[in-house]
Nanobody
Framework: QLQLVESGGGLVQSGGSLTLSCATSGSTLDYWTIGWFRQAPGKEREGVSCISSSPGISHIDYEASVKGRFTISKGSAKNTVYLQMNSLKPEDTAVYYC???????????????????WGRGTQVTVSS
């Protein structure tokens, strides 16, 4: 079982940047897909970005509204996944979660119901 802990959230002005970290333990990430999700008050949880990996597989995807602004990556130690968020907007305000699922397909998914290990989240607030 993979354990995940998010960090890096905070308060930032519109147009600013934040980098979220998802530190994992319990297994290497070699055969896991990691997703970033967010949930704003009164809204459903939505997928933001995902990265899958296993031998011969590497795929990244983004939700349309964050393409070109957010970048997902793995750290050099490969047990941490980052979400670099640039040009932040007030509508990016949410609790951000990372989640994991075994890599079972070449393409990662932004469907939250397919992930079964979740962190507790980190708050991102973007002021206008």
């Amino acid at each position: 079982q993979l354990q995940l802990v998010e960090s890096g959230g905070g308060l930032v002005q519109s147009g600013g940047s934040l980098t979220l970290s998802c530190a994992t333990s319990g297994s290497t990430l070699d055969y896991w897909t990691i997703g970033w999700f967010r949930q704003a008050p009164g809204k459903e949880r939505e997928g933001v970005s995902c990265i899958s990996s296993s031998p011969g597989i590497s795929h990244i995807d983004y939700e349309a509204s964050v393409k070109g602004r957010f970048t997902i990556s793995k750290g050099s130690a490969k047990n941490t996944v980052y979400l670099q968020m640039n040009s932040l907007k007030p509508e990016d305000t949410a609790v951000y979660y990372c989640a994991a699922r075994p890599t079972v397909a070449a393409l990662c998914t932004l469907r939250a119901e397919l992930y079964f290990s979740w962190g507790r989240g980190t708050q991102v607030t973007v002021s206008s």
